[in-house]
């Protein structure tokens, strides 16, 4: 989509029942497929014997493999139910987050719901739509005009790739991708009741190898293997 202007704060990010809806699809019939598929997979891939399933295998058969959708404004997380997906409520009891994470001076980090409900008071330090600097140089042109729509900074890292400057600290886009994927993780976690590892991640079909493995390395970060990264 178009790049946001300043109407694209957080404070201007209800959760319609429309936004809900579009959200969800990715959510639901296409990580179904994917998850269903990944399980086949892997059960393919075991050995004919059958007598030694690895780690891996067990627990995808099991229907231990999440599917995140990590959107630019909402992200999911749905479990295998049969043939089908379940989204998962999070803690506030909605299907979809908010992709926004804040920090507060104080040190404590929000994700989703929290973060947004502060942002008005706080928005140097609200990160929001931060997907769109994955895998991007700071000085690649789409990144140059999004960063005079945001209010906080987008700055250079060390290699030259877009990064944003919290209160003087310099975090990578997938630093910031990982809270909202923890934050996901920890919404299965607490459904199944036991830890999950393995994931299934979407990402815009737009996405060059750069940042789908940057989407990758954000998921590791956040405690997560990827076992396909598929398109929205």
Known sequence: G???????????????????????????????????????????????????FSRTAAMAASGDVIGIDLGTTNSCVAIMEGKSARVIENSEGARTTPSVVAMLPDGERLVGTPAVRQAVRNPENTLFATKRLIGRKANDPQIKHFKDTVPYKIVPDAQGDAAVEVMGNVYSPEQIASYVLTKMKETADGFLGRPVKQAVVTVPAYFNQNQRQATKDAAKIAGLDVLRIINE
């Open 2 to 52: 178009d790049l946001p202007g300043r109407s694209s704060h957080p404070r201007a990010l209800p959760l319609t029942r429309v936004r809900v809806s579009q959200a969800l699809k990715p959510g639901a019939a296409m990580l179904s497929r994917s998850l269903a598929l990944t399980r086949r997979a892997t059960a393919v891939a075991a050995p004919a014997s059958r007598r030694h």
